[in-house]
């Protein structure tokens, strides 16, 4: 994927809270301060899914973009609406997602998808998820 580092915080799945934004805050901004980078990509500010980690971490991201100057643009990873229903009952909410007139960019992913569904499967948290891969 070309992926060069991956930073992992120590922060379990689930865990993501009120109490703990400002530790959290502070350790992606060390961060993003030593990498500059000029664009965040982060969830739509619902989670997409719902989930409270992705949830959570849209609304750290999206302080970081607006208190770093040197981050120019932030994007919001969004799901059509088709996949929301589809999604409909695999958590306790899903939100419903967006109509193509609603979103500023999409990104056709159709080439790099086997490659996401992979990267996806790496991740043992996801394996009896997304993946419907109960190993």
């Given amino acids: 994927m070309g992926i060069k580092k991956v930073y992992y915080l120590g922060y379990p799945d689930g865990e993501l809270r009120n109490n703990i ?12 301060k ?4 000029q664009t965040l990509l982060t969830y739509e500010l619902r989670g997409i899914s719902g989930h409270i ?5 849209a609304i750290v991201v999206s302080f970081l973009y607006r208190k770093l100057k040197f981050i120019k643009k932030i ?13 409909k009952n ?24 086997d490659k ?20």
């Fill in 21 to 32: 934004y400002h530790k959290v805050d502070s350790d992606i901004e060390k961060i993003l």
């Fill in 34 to 37: 030593d990498l500059k980078p």
């Fill in 53 to 57: 980690d992705h949830i959570f971490t």
């Fill in 75 to 87: 994007y919001y990873f969004a799901e059509f609406k088709v996949v929301s229903w589809v999604m």
């Fill in 90 to 113: 695999y958590f306790i909410y899903f939100p419903d997602g967006y109509s193509e007139k609603e979103v500023d960019h999409v990104e056709n992913i159709k080439k790099v998808m």
């Fill in 116 to 135: 996401k569904t992979e990267a996806v499967k790496a991740h043992k948290s996801q394996k009896k998820g997304w993946c419907n891969d109960n190993k």
